[in-house]
């Protein structure tokens, strides 16, 4: 199986800053790679796929790069909505693997 | 409006079988590739099973193969999971939720259900 390893697990950072989390991977997933917010007591919600392809309805602050074994995801300007924990998944190859998740706090 | 609505949860002993079901609306059902991803309490996401539209393709994680069963009804615009010889690592919130149309990522989903395994 594709082992997703993210980091930081945990980040705490202020309103306005600009955060970054990052995934990285096993083997080479050819940007099969997508991210996920799950609010506090929510569904995980898509946010991006594709490695950078932002998901409907998804504000433009967020956005995610990388290639191979290595992906992020940028938060620009944070908002206090975006208080979440946060995942990334592989569907390069099954079964689909997700990474253990960065939660996200306000400090 | 995409909607994804379990049910079916609940307290179950260890070795007991419950079924789950996904009711789903706002699309059209029999043309969407469906799956279940679970989640412990306080833990991250993990993938269970998934049927394609038509049923032809089923895939199941190596935690619960030969132990679950996916499957669909799309007359009904339902999707099932039953779950037999259940153990105590089955304890999760459960969701459903719909692959994307291009490939395996996982576009709406669920709010969860919850199954409790425990003497």
């Known amino acids: 199986d594709i082992q997703m390893t993210q980091s930081p697990a945990s980040l705490s950072a202020s309103l306005g800053e600009t955060v970054t989390i990052e995934c990285r991977v096993s083997?080479?997933?050819?940007?099969?790679l997508a991210w996920y917010q799950q609010k506090p007591g929510n569904s995980p919600q898509l946010l991006i796929y594709?490695?950078?392809s932002l998901a409907d309805g998804v504000p433009s602050r967020f956005s995610g790069s990388g290639s191979g074994t290595q992906y992020f995801l940028k938060i620009n300007s944070l908002q206090s909505e975006d208080v979440a924990s946060y995942f990334c998944?592989?569907?390069?190859?099954?079964?689909?693997?997700f990474g253990g998740g960065t939660k996200l706090e306000l400090k | 409006e995409v909607q994804l609505v379990e049910s079916g949860g609940g307290l179950v002993q260890p070795g007991r079988s419950l079924k789950l079901s996904c009711v789903a609306s706002?699309?059209?059902?029999?043309?969407?590739?469906m799956n279940w991803i679970r989640q412990a309490p306080g833990k991250g996401l993990e993938w269970v099973a998934y049927?394609?539209?038509?049923?032809?393709?089923?895939y199941y994680a190596e935690t619960v193969k030969g132990r679950f069963t996916i499957s669909r009804d799309n007359a009904k615009n339902t999707l099932y999971l039953q779950m037999t010889s259940l153990r105590s690592e089955d304890t999760a919130l459960y969701y459903c939720?719909?692959?994307?149309?291009?490939?395996?990522?996982?576009?709406?989903w669920g709010q969860g259900v919850l199954v409790t395994v425990s003497s």
């Open positions: 083997e080479d997933i050819y940007s099969n």
């Open positions: 594709d490695a950078n």
């Open positions: 049927i394609s539209s038509g049923s032809s393709y089923i």
């Open positions: 706002g699309f059209t059902f029999s043309d969407s590739g």
């Open positions: 939720a719909r692959r994307s149309y291009f490939t395996h990522f996982f576009d709406y």
């Open positions: 998944q592989q569907y390069n190859n099954y079964p689909w693997t």
